[in-house]
């Protein structure tokens, strides 16, 4: 069955600083990854996807992601965090063939001025 | 419109009360899929149309959970006798083409729903 983990459930990082949120999934075959983020009191927004080709994913809001298929791995990068970054970001997972998406429990950013 | 909407944004209930969450998904979007949000949770599956068939319901918490679309856009999620554990977010998501796997999901903001 698939299955996606998000081992942070709190970070806090500076601003400027860099940030990576991990991602780690279970799935039998290559799954399609997608991260989204979610701001307080809002639906989830698309950041990036992954289905197939170069493992490096850019998305919006200057975020980018690594698959990693050795360690089962899809995470979440930026190189400098801006104050508004600070939200909810969940890591998914879509099965090829079927309409099933299994979501992490998410990683709370926040942001220090 | 250009999003998904859902209304009402909250809704407070007192336990026993039915409640019905509407969704408009983006316009010529052919899934359509409901997940309940607990406080500090990510978004669990609750059920999935394609156009007006309901292809799945296997994550609706009881049979007081009932989904319908009956003309394959505004989808209604009712919740008869509500329960304190029913307090969540709701949010529907809709994509573009049938469900796949790698089509992305379009959220709408979500239905807070508290029973007291």
């Known amino acids: 069955a698939q299955s996606v983990t998000q081992p942070d459930i709190h970070i806090t990082v500076s601003e400027g600083a860099s940030l990576e949120l991990r991602c780690n999934y279970s799935y039998g075959a290559t799954p399609y990854l997608f991260w989204y983020v979610q701001s307080p009191g809002q639906g989830l927004q698309l950041l990036l996807k992954y289905f197939s080709g170069d493992t490096l994913v850019q998305g919006i809001k200057g975020f980018e992601a690594e698959f990693k298929r050795s360690q089962s791995s899809f995470n979440l990068r930026k190189p400098s965090v801006h104050w508004s970054d600070a939200a909810e970001y969940f890591c998914a997972v879509g099965a090829g063939g079927t309409y099933k998406y299994i979501f992490g429990t998410g990683t709370r950013l926040k942001v220090l001025a | 419109g250009a999003g998904v909407s859902q209304s009402p944004r909250y809704k407070v209930a007192k336990r026993g009360q039915d409640v019905a969450l509407r969704c408009d998904p983006i316009s010529g979007h052919v899934s359509l899929f409901w997940y309940q949000q607990a406080l500090g949770q990510g978004p669990e599956f609750l059920t999935y149309f394609q156009n007006e068939a309901q292809l799945d319901k296997s994550g609706l918490p009881s049979d007081r959970f009932f989904a319908e679309r009956p003309e394959g856009s505004v989808s209604t999620l009712k919740i008869q006798r509500t329960q304190q554990e029913d307090s969540a977010v709701y949010l529907c998501?809709?994509?573009?083409?049938?469900?796949?796997?790698?089509?992305?999901?379009?959220f709408g903001n979500g239905t807070r729903l508290t029973v007291t």
């Open positions: 998501a809709s994509s573009l083409v049938a469900g796949t796997g790698d089509s992305p999901l379009h």
